[in-house]
């Protein structure tokens, strides 16, 4: 926490950097200068690399992180190398305007297999004053990702690229970019303090993660939205649909899985006390809503050609009769063995599922015009990691599930967890240097994703207040917790952003400001902001409760309390007793 003596500073340092104007200091000889010589152990930066060019009146749109903005920024990238090999990797820094500039530094992250957000992420700092980075990896380009590089034949992995991928380059992007930033707006006596933050979700989750988990001093605080950590298990996740599917000898046209969710989310609305098309308590809807009762609705949807851009000039379109049904028994079944969870053949849990009311996108099918019939459809999302990462073979997809069962599934979970311990799994319960060290974290996960279970960040934070906490009751240690860290639930979200499902649901789209007042001024936040991004409610703001407290709704649905219920509570804690070993 900041005292006003240093509030008072830290003002005096910024009218003193408005001396110079954006025009003065974007220069590749000025941003060339500020390069740090040699900011970490075996990283060296090549000062000659450096660009720089003014831009003016950026103006990025609204995403479902950050609202709208237009401002002048330099843009400045640069290269280093790391000694003793011969590579290259590549920054990018966005800086503020020297009038704009509020002393606080961004890293930002990447999704699904890339690193970076393509330059798409910065302006979530340049619009709070801060000078916002991203890395390549080391990858070959800002837009190269990691999946085209791991292998370097078929066999052998470019163990630099994992490690690069998995927290290296991270932590090289923190440390090189905040002496930079120091260096450009001469941040250079003692006193003066450069704030530091970090913004992702999804694999940018598990960057995020990543670094707080090993060092304590990198940042202030971080906004990580449903993180993609437990990698092991995370990645060949994707499949287990598929393979309910075909373990239960049913192929379900995805219309009807489709009429199952919009079921579940009508049955499950009014559980948390307010009906407005969102179900703010999955837990609940765990509780109390049996699939079952869904069979014999009948579903519609029309027949559709989707066209799938694979190359420039290639396209191939795929055209799905109308299906017209009603919900019958396999089906329902088929979406309760999926909402249980992997379990080995002797009924013991390896994974978790995403919540009722996320929508089965991985358990999709596909249309066979030949047969006319619906049969299994491989997400490369599953498939890629089961080729890539566990055979080590180049190959972007996994051509057959033939073969595989239930644990065979938790074998590859297993060997994913073992191999990639120390790099991918990014699950290190102990946060004790970035606590020590005055770190927050704002942690949030749509309550509705459909790519990364939400119990997933449940679980994780629940093995770090034990982990951190082991003498203190559940709720002394639940209290302690959410003094740094606090995790979030988002109601109706889908994964990291709202969904068209739940309209009237929001997503957290001022978070980083209030991790910035909860730092610099000690503000600790409560409920966070939501805010309804489409629908007829657009603009509105909700509040959203600190985990473990839930949503329940009073008054006939007009406010809104936190409360703490044990049987919901139940459902988001698992053993997962396939393992021998703690999986946190
Ligand atoms: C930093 O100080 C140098 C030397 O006084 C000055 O030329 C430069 O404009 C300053 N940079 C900023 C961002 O104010
Ligand atoms: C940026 O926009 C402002 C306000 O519209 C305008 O006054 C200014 O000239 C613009 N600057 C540049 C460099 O285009
Ligand atoms: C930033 O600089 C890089 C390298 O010169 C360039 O490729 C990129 O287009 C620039 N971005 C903007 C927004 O100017
Ligand atoms: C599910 O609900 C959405 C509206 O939220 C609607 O567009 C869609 O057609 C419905 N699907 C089925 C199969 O009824
Ligand atoms: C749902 O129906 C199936 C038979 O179709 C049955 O095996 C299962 O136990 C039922 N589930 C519940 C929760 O009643
Ligand atoms: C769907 O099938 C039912 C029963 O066969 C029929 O009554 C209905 O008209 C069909 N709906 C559409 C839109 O084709
Ligand atoms: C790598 O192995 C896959 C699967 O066996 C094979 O299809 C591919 O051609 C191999 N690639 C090379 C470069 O040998
Ligand atoms: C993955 O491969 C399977 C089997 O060849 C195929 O059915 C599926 O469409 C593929 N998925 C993707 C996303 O390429
Ligand atoms: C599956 O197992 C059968 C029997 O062992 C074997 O003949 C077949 O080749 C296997 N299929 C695959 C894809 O491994
Ligand atoms: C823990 O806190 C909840 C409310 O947050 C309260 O209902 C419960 O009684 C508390 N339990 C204990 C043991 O103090
Ligand atoms: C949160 O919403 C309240 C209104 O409910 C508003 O006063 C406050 O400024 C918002 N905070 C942030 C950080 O957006
Ligand atoms: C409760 O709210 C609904 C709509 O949200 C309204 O139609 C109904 O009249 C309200 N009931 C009472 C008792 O106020
Ligand atoms: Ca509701």
């Known amino acids: ?201 999804s694999e940018g989750g598990r960057e995020g993660w990543s670094q707080v988990q090993r060092y304590g001093e990198e940042w202030d605080g971080a906004v990580i939205g449903a993180p ?92 799905t009769p109308a299906q017209n049904g009603t919900v019958s028994k396999a089906g329902a079944a088929v979406a309760a063995a999926i909402l249980d969870g992997l379990h080995t053949l002797d009924g013991k849990r390896a994974y978790i599922w995403y919540q009722p009311s996320a929508t089965f996108d991985d358990a999709a099918t596909q249309y066979n015009s030949e047969t006319d019939s619906w049969e299994l459809d491989i997400t490369s999302l599953g498939g890629e990691w089961v080729t890539k990462w566990l055979e080590l073979v180049d190959l972007d997809n996994l051509s057959t599930l033939d073969n595989v069962t239930y644990d065979v599934m938790k074998d590859w979970m297993e060997l994913g967890w073992q191999r990639y311990e120390d790099v991918l799994q990014t699950t290190w319960p102990d946060l004790t240097p970035f606590y020590s060290a005055g770190g927050k974290v704002l942690h949030v996960h749509g309550e509705s994703d459909p790519s990364i279970p939400t119990g997933s960040s449940v679980h994780y934070h629940e093995a770090v207040r034990q982990q951190m906490y082991p003498s203190l009751s559940f709720n002394e240690s639940s209290e302690a917790l959410n003094d740094w860290n606090r995790l979030y639930l988002v109601p109706g979200a889908a994964h990291c952003t709202y969904s068209s499902d739940q309209p009237n649901g929001g997503w957290p789209q001022t978070t980083l400001l209030t991790l910035i007042d909860w730092v610099e001024n000690g503000d600790k936040p409560d409920l966070l902001n939501a805010t309804v991004q489409e629908g007829s409610n657009i603009g509105q703001q909700q509040k959203l409760c600190p985990w473990p407290h839930r949503p329940l709704f009073v008054n006939n649905g007009t406010e809104l309390t936190c409360v703490f219920d044990e049987e919901s509570y139940q459902t988001w804690v698992y053993d997962f007793d396939a393992y021998n070993l703690p999986l946190y």
């Open 1 to 201: 926490m900041r005292s006003k003596m240093s509030l008072l500073a830290a003002t005096a340092t910024v009218s003193l950097a408005q001396a110079a104007s954006l025009a003065d200091v974007c220069t590749s000889t000025y941003a060339s200068a500020a390069a740090p010589i040699s900011p970490l152990l075996g990283v060296t930066v090549d000062q000659s690399s450096v660009t720089a060019n003014a831009v003016y009146n950026y103006t990025s749109s609204e995403t479902a992180f950050w609202t709208a903005a237009t401002f002048d920024f330099c843009n400045v990238t640069l290269s280093y190398t790391h000694d003793g090999l011969d590579d290259t990797v590549l920054l990018e820094f966005w800086l503020p305007a020297p009038s704009d500039f509020q002393n606080r530094w961004l890293s930002t992250g990447g999704f699904g297999y890339a690193i970076n957000g393509n330059s798409a992420d910065l302006p979530g700092g340049v619009m709070y004053g801060a000078a916002s980075g991203q890395t390549d990896g080391g990858f070959g380009g800002f837009s190269v990702e990691f999946d085209d590089v791991y292998l370097l034949a078929n066999g052998t992995a470019d163990r630099e690229a994992l490690y690069m991928f998995g927290y290296q380059a991270h932590h090289e992007l923190s440390v090189i970019g905040k002496a930079f930033t120091k260096s450009f707006f001469n941040l250079t006596s003692s006193g003066d303090k450069l704030y530091a933050y970090y913004q992702g979700c």
């Open 228 to 319: 993609a950590i437990r990698y092991g298990q995370q990645q060949p996740n994707h499949l287990f649909p598929g393979l309910v599917e075909q373990t239960m000898g049913y192929f379900p046209p995805p219309c009807e899985l489709e009429k199952i969710n919009n079921l579940t989310i009508a049955a499950c609305d009014e559980l948390d006390g307010k009906k407005d098309g969102v179900v703010s308590r999955t837990d609940l809807c765990k509780l109390h809503f049996d699939v079952n009762s869904t069979i014999g609705e009948p579903y519609y949807c029309a027949a559709e050609t989707t066209t799938t851009v694979l190359k420039k000039r290639l396209s191939t379109s795929n055209t």
